[in-house]
């Protein structure tokens, strides 16, 4: 299995743009997970899928993030319009029954850079 | 709510030299414990874990004790290498199915 696969790796874009981040998660893996990762606040748990349904979204910070996951194999998280407080490492994870006996397993990041 | 605590950091180390990475968590229940570590510029990796009381996570050298008495989960590794340089989270998760970071601790091992 490739692992979790993230893309874009970097993206820099102008405030104001959407930008739109893209994972494809483990074959056979029913929990998907979105971080954002920076320096000041850590790792931040945004929104969690479980059999492609957001389950809490309560770590999205405001109505400029948005997330979805129209089937098991694809999810987006989708920042319109962005702002340079934006600028962090996104992470996606997924994981096979919830995290208690396997973990997750993450991508790679999207490093987002917004000017 | 679930927490994880670590020690403050950064720590820097000699090659060859004892590691303790301290970690204690709060959690309803009986949560799996977890510690992850994430190299420059990737991902977090699962480096080990432990699902219940008294179990013993281990990988490449890295240990760790799940001890419900003093809600602990300490990382240890008796010699540590360059190559261990990283960033370390400890982490639990509980019937949710969330997985709860600490802040994570940066380790930098010198030659």
């Known amino acids: 299995d490739a692992g979790v696969i993230q893309s874009p790796r970097h993206e820099v874009t102008e405030m104001g743009q959407e930008v739109t981040l893209r994972c494809k998660p483990i074959s056979g893996h029913d929990y998907l997970f979105w971080y954002r990762q920076t320096m000041m606040r850590g790792l931040e748990l945004l929104i969690y899928?479980?059999?492609?349904?957001?389950?809490?979204d309560s770590g999205m910070p405001e109505d400029r993030f948005s997330a979805k996951m129209p089937n098991a194999s694809f999810s987006t998280l989708k920042i319109q319009p962005s702002e340079p407080r934006d600028s962090a490492v996104y992470f996606c994870a997924s994981s096979f029954r919830g995290a208690a006996n396997y973990g997750y397993t993450f991508g790679s990041g999207t490093r987002l850079t917004v000017v | 709510g679930d927490s994880v605590t670590q020690m403050e950091g950064p720590v820097t180390l000699s090659e060859e030299a004892f590691l303790t990475i301290n970690c204690t968590y709060t959690a309803t229940g009986y949560p799996s414990l977890f510690w992850y570590v994430q190299y420059p510029g990737e991902g977090l990796q699962l480096l080990l874990k432990?699902?219940?009381?008294?179990d013993k996570g281990s990988n490449k050298g890295f240990e760790a004790t799940y001890r419900k008495e003093t809600t602990s989960f300490h990382l240890e590794k008796g010699s540590v290498q360059v190559s261990d340089s990283a960033v370390y989270f400890c982490?639990?998760?509980?019937?949710?199915?969330?997985?709860?970071f600490g802040k994570g601790i940066t380790l930098s091992v010198r030659p």
């Open positions: 899928f479980n059999n492609n349904v957001p389950i809490d």
């Open positions: 432990a699902t219940k009381a008294d």
């Open positions: 982490a639990l998760t509980g019937a949710n199915s969330k997985l709860t």
